[in-house]
């Protein structure tokens, strides 16, 4: 089940995310993740992720961020990328990733705190309230 607390979305792995042995290079995982959130704030605040950092000029930046690598994920494979809010606070996001292959072995899993910014004077700011109730 998916709601503001939990998000869950299909990947395939893409050549272009491998290494020479054909399976995803540790780092990329970071660029799907990153991923992952942008799709996550498109479906719960309107005006999605294009309209909090680039026309509200909020930012999220990665403040934590702890990962652990448990088995590998081979090119053409389908695994499950998942989030789920762990804490609200006031000026921050941690949030709980994983991938989870089909035969539902965690590939990857990782803790991330992000912190809600000001773009212009890039000090923290307050979660905003619209994001905060989308979120529940």
Same mark, same amino acid.
């Given at each position: 089940?998916?709601?503001?607390?939990?998000?869950?979305?299909?990947?395939?792995?893409?050549?272009?995310?491998?290494?020479?042995?054909?399976?995803? @290079?540790?780092?990329?995982?970071?660029?799907?993740?990153? +991923?992952?959130?942008?799709? %996550?704030?498109?479906?719960?605040?309107? &005006? #999605?992720?294009?309209?909090?950092? &680039?026309?509200?000029?909020? #930012? /999220?930046?990665?403040?934590?961020?702890?990962?652990?690598?448990?088995?590998?994920?081979? @090119? $053409?494979?389908?695994? %499950?990328?998942?989030?789920?809010?762990?804490?609200? $606070?006031?000026?921050?996001?941690?949030?709980? %990733?994983?991938?989870? $292959?089909? +035969?539902?072995? *965690?590939? /990857?899993?990782?803790?991330?705190?992000? *912190?809600?910014?000001?773009?212009?004077?890039?000090?923290?700011?307050?979660?905003? +309230? +619209?994001?905060?109730?989308?979120? &529940?």
């Amino acid at each position: 089940m998916q709601t503001a607390h939990t998000f869950r979305l299909p990947y395939k792995i893409h050549f272009s995310r491998c290494d020479p042995a054909g399976i995803i @290079f540790y780092p990329q995982y970071f660029i799907l993740f990153n +991923d992952l959130v942008e799709s %996550w704030i498109d479906a719960i605040l309107p &005006g #999605g992720y294009h309209g909090l950092v &680039g026309e509200r000029r909020i #930012g /999220m930046p990665t403040v934590h961020l702890e990962s652990d690598f448990r088995a590998i994920s081979r @090119f $053409g494979e389908q695994v %499950w990328l998942e989030l789920e809010v762990t804490r609200l $606070g006031n000026r921050s996001i941690t949030l709980a %990733w994983r991938c989870v $292959g089909t +035969d539902d072995v *965690v590939r /990857m899993s990782a803790v991330q705190t992000l *912190v809600t910014t000001s773009l212009d004077t890039h000090k923290s700011i307050a979660l905003p +309230d +619209d994001l905060r109730t989308a979120i &529940g």
